[in-house]
């Protein structure tokens, strides 16, 4: 991967590559779909030694521009850093408490759509007059009811979607990122990366180099009826050519991974290894690239889209701390499900970080049978997850952590 290089705001050095290279990444999401009602950037400040302590690299943290919906995904003056998830001051506070304990910001860069300020083409808000990025309708795709081109990706409806083919439309959001890296972002998680082509993206993060980047290109699972086909190939390729698209310099959120092992947990364990023997998710064939979790603020919280099995979270953790892959943990399991369950995370990212297991781990699956899944990572850690009974043989190796239908060994 070739190396792109910058100088942030101390005129240090950049490198975008590095962190995807060492791949020693732990993300925390830091906010659910109720986040908003509940003074967050205060919040969260509070929280960022134990963020710190707990082994956190990076936080990805909730749109902090001004928006319609108070959730931050309807935006609108994007320059405008009062939310409703506190003012400008107190995310700024937060940024700085983050930078202090060496926690990178990740912003959520939602830039496939844009609420206009006024009417335009068609009698329609496609227009940006009167605020920042002050577009016309040039800037939104034709078939959202601009005057710009056809979309390169998916429609996000009821809402104007912006034309990155316009080359006035990517600098000037290029620029925007640029301001938002001073502001003391560090990382960018690009939101509904399916409505616009990735080469835009690989275009963003070249223009305002985060140190790491990682897109939600979810679209649905291989189904056969209701049931979940054991087979996701297809799926998996699909996201891999958005990596692909991206020049490689972007990571993704590994759906693939999240839809088999939740279907995994409920007593079929054999989709846990491919026909090729490998796990079955973008983990399974480009593991650097593949950000592994269990919920987010859509598929979990009170949205609850896609939810992971609430009695087996665990065990999911138990799996994604431990395996190839950048594992990362979401806010309510983390805060909200009590001392105990954060505990029982933090043991598992120990661990991860003792055996020095990283995103590239060799991993050799040992046991996938309905009732029971068992796997050695690198070389000195083996772990268990199921009902069914099982242990690593030989005397060298030693139980690091147990819990419900879940084990880990280390030598």
């Not at 190396?3 to 830091?30: F, T, W």
């Not at 990517?170 to 925007?176: P, V």
């Not at 963003?204 to 979940?228: M, Q, R, T």
Request: glycine content about 10%; charged content about 20%.
């Amino acid at each position: 991967m070739g190396s792109l290089s910058n100088y942030d705001e101390n005129n240090q050095q950049v490198d975008i590559g590095a962190i995807l290279r060492k791949g020693r990444e732990i993300l925390l999401q830091g906010f659910n779909w109720e986040s908003h009602k509940h003074n967050w950037w205060r919040n969260l400040e509070q929280k960022v030694p134990d963020l710190a302590k707990s082994g956190f690299t990076s936080v990805w943290l909730p749109p902090a521009t001004h928006s319609f919906s108070p959730e931050g995904y309807l935006p609108q003056n994007l320059n405008d850093l009062n939310s409703s998830y506190g003012s400008e001051h107190l995310l700024k506070q937060l940024l700085q408490k983050m930078k202090q304990y060496k926690v990178r910001a990740m912003a959520d860069i939602v830039i496939n759509h844009r609420v206009g300020t006024s009417k335009g083409h068609n009698g329609m808000y496609n227009r940006y007059d009167g605020i920042p990025l002050s577009w016309d309708e040039r800037a939104v795709t034709s078939c959202t009811g601009g005057l710009g081109s056809k979309s390169t990706g998916d429609n996000f409806n009821g809402v104007p979607n912006i034309d990155h083919s316009q080359h006035f439309v990517r600098n000037d959001l290029i620029k925007w990122m640029q301001w938002l890296r001073s502001v003391g972002f560090q990382d960018f998680r690009f939101d509904f990366a399916r409505g616009y082509s990735p080469k835009y993206v690989k275009e963003y993060i070249e223009g305002a180099k985060p140190l790491f980047s990682v897109g939600e290109y979810w679209d649905s699972c291989n189904y056969h009826g209701h049931e979940l086909d054991y087979n996701q190939d297809s799926h998996r390729q699909r996201i891999i050519n958005w990596i692909d698209g991206t020049g490689q310099l972007s990571a993704t959120f590994d759906f693939t991974t999240k839809g088999i092992l939740q279907e995994a947990v409920k007593g079929q364990f054999w989709r846990l290894r491919d026909a090729q023997g490998k796990p079955p998710g973008v983990m399974g064939w480009w593991p650097s690239r593949a950000v592994t979790f269990l919920d987010n603020h859509d598929t979990g919280s009170t949205q609850a889209h896609w939810p992971f099995p609430r009695n087996n979270v665990m065990e999911g953790y138990a799996y994604i701390l431990t395996h190839p892959g950048i594992p990362a943990v979401f806010y309510d399991h983390f805060y909200d499900w009590g001392n105990s369950t954060h505990d029982k995370i933090v043991k598992l990212i120990d661990i991860r970080k003792s055996q020095d297991i990283h995103s590239r781990s060799s991993i050799q699956i040992l046991e996938a049978q309905p009732n029971l899944y068992s796997a050695m990572i690198g070389e000195k850690l083996c772990m268990k997850i199921g009902d069914g009974s099982w242990c690593p043989s030989g005397r060298e190796w030693t139980l690091a952590t147990s819990g419900h239908q879940y084990a880990v060994w280390q030598k």
